[in-house]
């Protein structure tokens, strides 16, 4: 278990860092997603064929379908998302996409008979009141728009996503991020044929390197970290501490780009941080008691 949280929040550290790696690349929104998630899967394909790993579960069409629904709803929330990045910022698209994991947090008793605890519960509260600190005046000022309504959409896809990688319990590590993450590029590559009417892609030297780094480590390397652990945590777990992403994004964005935090934004990344713990640390100290 402390592997898995260990891959977890590396993966959703990594995950932070998209929009600062992004920021370089001098392409469209979907035009970003649909290398990411190319470069990713090819990727991953090489390191699997290397290491001379097998598929083993063509068979198993059950949780082989739980797959492809969880990549085809990651492909759809990253579209979704950097569509909302460019219509309403990042700020507020951040927002309305963590409203996410307040869905599975929902759901999760429902579809994996997980209990809610006290603990999980102001922990929950204490996140939700950090993002609104940190984003709930970019909120106010906007009303609903296009944008928004694909950073709600990025959100429902996102617990999609969650919800059926983890139903599919009998694919697991690399082979299970390989199919995701393949499945997703199609769901990108059908969006952009249909967008762009064509696959022209046309790079800036200045863009490769940012494109390449976003491909193999952010997506590659953070999708097997992300996958390989989501599995072996309790969804709520998943859904609280997955607020670590925005909170680092938060950080990234300080520290490299020098945007300047107001107070009430450091109080709701406080925030942000102690309720994505508060849960899990809690409940292992009544556990020990």
């Known amino acids: 278990m402390r592997q898995a949280y260990l891959k977890y929040i590396s993966a959703l550290l990594l995950f932070g860092s998209n929009g600062i790696v992004a920021s370089y690349i001098l392409l469209n929104s979907y035009e970003i997603v649909f290398t990411r998630t190319l470069i990713g899967s090819l990727f991953l394909i090489a390191v699997f064929v290397l290491s001379k790993g097998k598929f083993n579960s063509w068979g198993n069409k059950e949780h082989f379908r739980y797959i492809v629904?969880?990549?085809i709803a990651m492909g759809a929330s990253w579209i979704f998302l950097f569509e909302a990045f460019k219509q309403i910022g990042?700020?507020?698209?951040?927002?309305?996409y963590y409203c996410g994991p307040v869905i599975v947090i929902v759901l999760s008793p429902l579809v994996f008979n997980e209990r809610i605890t006290i603990q999980k519960i102001l922990g929950l509260f204490a996140v939700l009141l950090g993002m609104?600190?940190?984003?709930?005046?970019?909120?106010?000022?906007?009303?609903?728009?296009?944008?928004?309504?694909c950073g709600v959409m990025s959100a429902f896809m996102y617990a999609i996503m969650v919800i059926f990688n983890k139903k599919a319990t009998r694919i697991t590590g690399l082979e299970n991020t390989i199919y995701q993450l393949s499945v997703?590029?199609?769901?990108?590559?059908?969006?952009?044929?249909i967008v762009k009417q064509g696959m022209t892609i046309t790079f800036s030297p200045q863009s490769i390197l940012p494109i390449l780094f976003l491909g193999i480590v952010n997506t590659g390397i953070g999708c097997y970290l992300y996958f390989s652990s989501i599995q072996k945590l309790p969804a709520q777990s998943v859904a609280i501490c997955g607020y670590l992403e925005p909170l680092s994004a938060l950080v990234f964005s300080a520290l490299l780009l020098q945007e300047r935090l107001t107070l009430i934004q450091i109080v709701g990344a406080v925030l942000i941080l102690g309720g994505s713990t508060l849960g899990e640390f809690t409940h292992k100290l009544i556990t020990r008691r």
């Open 69 to 71: 629904i969880s990549g």
């Open 90 to 96: 990042v700020s507020i698209a951040t927002l309305a």
């Open 132 to 149: 609104l600190f940190v984003n709930g005046s970019a909120l106010m000022q906007s009303g609903f728009s296009w944008g928004l309504f």
């Open 184 to 193: 997703s590029f199609f769901t990108v590559m059908i969006f952009t044929l």
